[in-house]
């Protein structure tokens, strides 16, 4: 389990990452960042309801688009996920 400010600095990662996934950066680094975001989500739920289907999703979301072919729509909705467990992380603060 990590704490609140690592699992926030965890998910502006795999904002980054994701991005960078779209624009055909080195997969190696990209997944190694989405595998820890990933386990941020998932190993932390406990808080509210809203965060918690934010962490479901985004760790869903996550593990789609690291095993297979990461295609336009994979990255899109790993993205929105992403940008949602962002939202109600921040809204959690």
Known sequence: MVNFN???KA????EAAIKALSEAAPKSAVLATLV???HAAIF??????ALNEA?????RALSI???GLPTAEKIN??????DAWIKELERSS
């Open 36 to 38: 820890k975001a990933k």
């Open 77 to 82: 909705k790993a993205k929105s996920a992403i």
């Open 44 to 49: 932390n739920l406990s808080s509210g309801a």
């Open 55 to 59: 962490r479901g999703n985004v760790g």
């Open 65 to 67: 688009v690291m095993h």
């Open 6 to 8: 690592e699992e926030l």
């Open 11 to 14: 998910a502006k990662a795999a």
